[in-house]
């Protein structure tokens, strides 16, 4: 019997799977966890919230109280990573069109990529065409990927405080390249509020994954929300 805390507490300790030198030894890892969870038919949505992002939740709080560092935040962040790779295809809804494409990057001077990620992959699964940037991405590469992928909507993610204001600097840029009529701009990450996006004048904002899904079906005229 699986038990969710179980995945929670691998994340906690980074360990990714049963050869990681972090945890308990001989004990398996996020990676042979999350794979009995979804055999046993845990639902996707169980293992996701309740075991990889409770146990980042609690790696934030240690994090906020110098209780651990960068090091360690990293290999929590990896073994959260090992277990979102086993759900990504489990996102995906089968044969279903197009019904949109997005660019989606974290801002730069940002390297947190693990919710930009979660969010491409639900688009993804939801039946959006994403071209995922990645973390660290420059002004000037938004406004490129808009003009060479012509996507329906630019999405971008910040999760610290001091890179939030690149977002603007990406919306004015927008303007500048006379490309803002042609895409919406929807943002999110941890830090952010929809005071906030409605300040620096972006179309969708979104606190979480699968709201921002649904905010952009809207926005897109596309039915059934998830
Ligand atoms: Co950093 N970090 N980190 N970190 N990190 C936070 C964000 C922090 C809140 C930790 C803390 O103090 N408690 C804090 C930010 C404080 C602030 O600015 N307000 C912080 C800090 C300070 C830093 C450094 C500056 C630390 C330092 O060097 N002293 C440094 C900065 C590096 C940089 O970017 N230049 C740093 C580094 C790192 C690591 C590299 C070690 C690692 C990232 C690894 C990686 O991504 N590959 C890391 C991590 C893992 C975290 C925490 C612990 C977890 C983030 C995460 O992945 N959560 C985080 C604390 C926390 O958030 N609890 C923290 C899981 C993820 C699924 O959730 O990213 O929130 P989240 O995404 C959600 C929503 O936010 C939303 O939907 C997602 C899914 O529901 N969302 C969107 C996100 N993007 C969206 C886009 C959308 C819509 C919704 O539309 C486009």
């Known amino acids: 019997m699986i038990n969710v805390d179980s995945i929670a507490n691998c994340v906690i300790v980074g360990r990714a799977d049963a050869d990681s030198v972090l945890g308990e030894p001989g004990t398996p890892g996020v990676r042979e966890l999350t794979e009995q969870a979804i055999a046993a038919g845990m639902p996707v949505r169980e293992i996701l ?8 939740a609690v790696v934030g709080e240690r994090m906020r109280n110098d209780e651990v560092f960068i090091p360690e935040v990293l290999q929590s962040a990896q073994a959260l990573q090992a277990g979102l790779a086993l759900l990504k295809p489990l996102f995906a809804e089968s044969g ?5 494409k997005v660019v989606i990057g974290t801002v730069e001077g940002d390297v947190h990529g693990i919710g930009k990620t979660l969010v491409g992959m639900v688009m993804e699964g939801a039946g959006f065409e994403v071209k995922d940037l990645g ?12 003009e060479a992928e012509d996507p329906d909507i630019v999405a971008m993610s910040a999760m610290l405080t001091t890179t939030m204001p690149v977002m603007k600097r990406v919306i004015d840029s927008l303007d500048e390249a ?18 906030f996006a409605d300040e620096i004048r972006a179309d969708i904002y979104a606190p979480d994954a699968s709201s921002a899904v649904n905010r952009m079906r ?9």
Do not use: H, N
């Open 96 to 100: 279903v069109r197009s019904k949109g």
């Open 178 to 195: 006379r490309l803002r009529p042609r895409v919406r701009v929807m943002v999110g990450g941890a830090p952010l509020t929809q005071e």
């Open 49 to 56: 919230r309740d075991g990889l992002l409770a146990g980042m």
């Open 218 to 226: 809207e926005f897109l005229g596309v039915e059934t929300p998830v």
């Open 135 to 146: 973390v660290d991405i420059p002004v000037e590469a938004f406004v490129s990927a808009v």
